[in-house]
């Protein structure tokens, strides 16, 4: 080879390594840039700006992952599936998820004379959490309040509408107004503004009932005059803005004023003492008679009884992992079970594989659907066994034995309900769920202690 091809051959080379080492800088640069430039702001977002798609002007990638919580994916015990649904007058939508009454028809006997034994659906994504509330035939079995938009929408300006701007008198004002008649003055699901600062984007709590219950909470713990949104550490809050309705409560006084029940704590005897010493019931059981309780969706209590918030881990952790887009790193807003994600929910802490994190998953939960199986079955049959008491009414002849076992209903009802309603079927808190699951069936034991002494006082009458 001549000198003449050697520096040719030199020159190209040079040149190319050059065209390489230049691309690199400028890729380098542009993943700096994007990393001190997280969003671009191509419009204002105010304190009032509550529609999604304006906040997703600035924060595209994360309004095109909220977008999908209308993605509908099953889990092997949760999630749902779309069934293609006839629109009517009464209900439009044109696909719901399961009919769970239909799926375990105990539900139905434990719930009878409530309005979730007419109609109770697999949960959807936050995509549905409006449209589903105001088509459930809930709405039509009972006058639902006001009170329900709370966990339903994104209701932050309308508080302020209502008080003037004080949110707190807003919230009063709309527990007060029937479903039917305020749901029109909302128009989105829970949007950006109801967990997020539009100025600084930081998060926070703008809903009056999580702020007075995390209130007793701390002050339990020792911390007094508690006020979440400048006490929280960062990581707190990316658990608080999830339990602002993730979480049991119940409707108090005339009003319907929606209350926390956590002034003994977040667990699920506790929250129960609350209600055997206010009093507060939720129905009549159409089947024996006794005053009962609806448990809501305790997912916030039952998760705090766990090993990951012990560890400290947040609900935004597991639900809403950080993704990398580019060189951005950004929380994930597709609201969605771990088990659909565990490379980025799980594998995050956990350096095992997959499939074993998800067999360790579904172990527990097998586990727990054997338990809740066996209490819901007690359950039913101490149901069963109190019907035929139903008749006697405990103001016109008062009975102490059968106030007590229809007070145990209430109580084994309750606790079984809780877990029920949490949506984790025990991985929030494997123990803790099997705990309350003995609790009740250690009601329903005493319970039918009274019963078989009820029946032999009937039968020494005849």
């Not at 700006?49 to 909220?66: E, I, L, R």
């Not at 375990?104 to 109609?119: I, V």
């Not at 702020?211 to 020792?222: P, T």
């Not at 606790?415 to 309603?421: R, T």
Request: contains cysteine.
């Amino acid at each position: 080879m001549n000198k003449t091809k050697l520096m040719i051959l030199v020159s190209v080379g040079s040149a190319v390594v050059t065209v390489l080492i230049t691309a690199l800088l400028v890729n380098i640069f542009e993943r700096k840039s994007e990393e001190r430039t997280p969003f671009y702001r191509v419009v204002e977002i105010t304190d009032e700006t509550d529609d999604p798609a304006v906040w997703g002007k600035n924060f595209p990638h994360q309004y095109d992952s909220y977008l999908r919580t209308a993605d509908m994916r099953r889990t092997k015990y949760g999630g749902s599936e779309a069934f293609p649904h006839v629109p009517t007058d009464k209900d439009p939508r044109t696909h719901v998820s399961v009919q769970k009454l239909d799926e375990d028809p105990r539900l139905r006997t434990m719930w009878d004379g409530y309005a979730f034994s007419k109609d109770f659906r697999e949960e959807r994504g936050h995509a549905y959490m409006l449209v589903d509330q105001i088509f459930t035939l809930r709405q039509e079995a009972a006058q639902q309040p006001g009170a329900c938009l709370n966990c339903h929408a994104s209701t932050y300006n309308l508080y302020k509408k209502l008080g003037d701007g004080d949110i707190v008198k807003g919230f009063n004002e709309m527990n007060k107004i029937p479903y039917k008649d305020i749901v029109h003055s909302v128009s989105h699901p829970v949007s950006c503004i109801d967990c997020h600062d539009p100025s600084t984007m930081a998060l926070r709590v703008t809903r009056p009932a999580f702020m007075e219950g995390i209130k007793l909470v701390k002050a339990k713990q020792g911390i007094k005059e508690y006020d979440v949104n400048t006490m929280a550490s960062r990581q707190e809050m990316r658990s608080f803005v999830c339990g602002q309705c993730h979480v049991e409560y119940y409707f108090k006084g005339p009003e319907k004023r929606l209350t926390y029940p956590w002034d003994k704590g977040l667990k699920a005897d506790e929250i129960l003492a609350v209600y055997r010493e206010n009093g507060h019931k939720d129905w009549v059981h159409a089947q024996t008679g006794a005053e009962v309780l609806k448990a809501q969706h305790p997912e916030f209590e039952m998760f705090n009884q766990g090993t990951h918030a012990r560890a400290g881990v947040a609900c935004v952790d597991c639900h809403m992992p950080y993704q990398r887009i580019g060189a951005m790193k950004i929380t994930d807003h597709q609201v969605q079970s771990p088990l659909l994600n565990i490379n980025k929910a799980c594998q995050t802490c956990h350096n095992v594989p997959e499939a074993e994190l998800m067999g360790r998953a579904q172990t527990i939960q097998d586990r727990h659907i054997q338990l809740r199986d066996l209490a819901f079955d007690a359950l039913i049959d101490y149901i069963n066994d109190l019907k035929e008491f139903k008749e006697i009414d405990l103001v016109k002849t008062p009975h102490e034995k059968l106030r007590a076992a229809r007070s145990l209903q209430r109580e084994a009802q309750f606790l079984f309900d809780f877990v029920e309603a949490e949506n984790s079927s025990g991985f929030h808190a494997p123990q803790e769920s099997a705990r309350v699951l003995a609790l009740s069936i250690e009601k329903v034991r005493e319970g039918q202690k009274i019963v078989a002494e009820l029946r032999a006082e009937k039968t020494a009458k005849k």
